[in-house]
């Protein structure tokens, strides 16, 4: 094989001649992998031991507008347009800003025989205009007729990323403004008029359910991104269902519900995160009092059950089974678009992050039961989305 030498501040800058890369690409086009990769809609590339590509799917030559003739021998970042890639004759890899990229360090872990993924910041020259990417890749050695070649792929998340930096600091701001007038309107409330009580309360009261709301929304965020760290802490079950009761109360009044703790609950002390246990059973108090018409009680209750505590909400409502059987989807709502968060949201809270379980039960004459399982002693590794990669 023909090899260039040329000096390098990081990876081997070492490169096969023209004809073995054509070879090598001409191996690769009798092989099935061809039509396999060409099948994927995501930007794929095989690259030789050299980190140079051999072959490109039919995605990798749209989204960089070239034939496979042009991409043949170079490497990722001369491919893509990276604003490293030529800074150093021995090109993409060997410049001192290519120890800290994500894509060279994952591919050199491909050639070792190492899969791996990992986030990729991409500064690129499109024409002449500067672009920035976020990108998700991926490297897996592969073996095709006695030959080592590593498979690469790019996931654009520049989308996602925009999108989480943005309910970031939506999140923040919002937070911090209905706050700070709850806290205005809690001083205010002690000393306006007689007459402007009854308003103040129910501004005060607004405010405090828009906090609630958002934090709630933040933390849903923050679970699905995997982002959510609970924090447990010493808990009385009658407390946390006094809690739910509470803020069920004061909707079942505008709604003319009554909302009550039922006498033989037991009070239990377990361990748990007390803001994701008042957020599952609030979601629960509140689905029931939507479920359920004026002049119906909502009830709550808590058992001992084996090393758990059982939380239960009940309304008299039952459920027709086209929306029994689509409870927990993620997008999906009896009250129109853009609802649907809350029974999945207590699912993932509490399943993902509290090692609890939510289940329930819909049939006449009981009606429609919402319960909410949570160890008194949580395993802090499944409690923690550890079960699942997160």
Not at 50 to 77: E, F
Not at 164 to 170: A, D, Q, V
Not at 203 to 211: C, D, F, G, R
Not at 329 to 345: A, E, H, M, V
Request: negative net charge.
């Amino acid at each position: 094989m023909g090899l260039q030498a040329v000096s390098t501040c990081f990876a081997s800058p070492e490169r096969d001649s023209a004809p073995d890369v054509l070879r090598q690409h001409r191996s690769l086009c009798g092989h099935f992998i061809a039509q396999t990769l060409d099948a994927l809609p995501l930007t794929v590339v095989v690259l030789n031991r050299h980190r140079q590509i051999v072959l490109a799917n039919a995605q990798t030559l749209s989204s960089t507008r070239s034939r496979m003739d042009d991409l043949l021998g170079k490497r990722p970042g001369e491919a893509f347009g990276c604003v490293h890639s030529g800074l150093c004759t021995g090109g993409c890899g060997t410049s001192e800003f290519c120890s800290r990229c994500g894509a060279v360090l994952s591919i050199l872990m491909g050639i070792e025989g190492r899969a791996s993924i990992k986030e990729y910041s991409l500064l690129r020259l499109d024409g002449k205009n500067l672009e920035a990417l976020d990108l998700l890749v991926s490297s897996s050695p592969v073996e095709i007729d006695g030959v080592s070649y590593v498979l690469f792929s790019i996931q654009d998340q520049s989308d996602l990323m925009r999108r989480r930096t943005l309910e970031r600091i939506f999140f923040h701001d919002m937070l911090n403004t209905a706050g700070g007038l709850r806290g205005l309107m809690d001083i205010l409330r002690s000393q306006v008029p007689d007459g402007l009580k009854p308003d103040a309360e129910f501004i005060h009261l607004s405010l405090t359910q828009m906090v609630e709301e958002l934090q709630s929304q933040k933390d849903l965020v923050a679970a699905e991104n995997n982002e959510l760290t609970p924090v447990f802490i010493a808990m009385d079950s009658l407390d946390a269902l006094g809690v739910a009761a509470r803020m069920g109360a004061s909707l079942g009044q505008s709604w003319g519900q009554s909302v009550c703790v039922l006498p033989e609950s037991v009070d239990l002390a377990f361990l748990s995160d007390y803001n994701l246990v008042k957020r599952v059973l609030g979601n629960m108090v509140k689905n029931a009092l939507e479920a359920s018409r004026s002049g119906e009680s909502v009830t709550l209750s808590c058992a001992h059950e084996g090393e758990r505590v059982v939380f239960r909400v009940h309304n008299p409502a039952v459920m027709h089974d086209d929306v029994r059987l689509r409870v927990f989807q993620r997008n999906f709502s009896t009250k129109g678009l853009g609802r649907g968060l809350g029974t999945y949201g207590m699912k993932l809270l509490a399943e993902r992050y509290l090692g609890g379980r939510v289940d329930f039960t819909s049939r006449e004459p009981e009606g429609t039961v919402f319960s909410l399982s949570l160890p008194l002693v949580p395993d802090r590794k499944t409690s923690a989305g550890d079960e699942d990669g997160s």
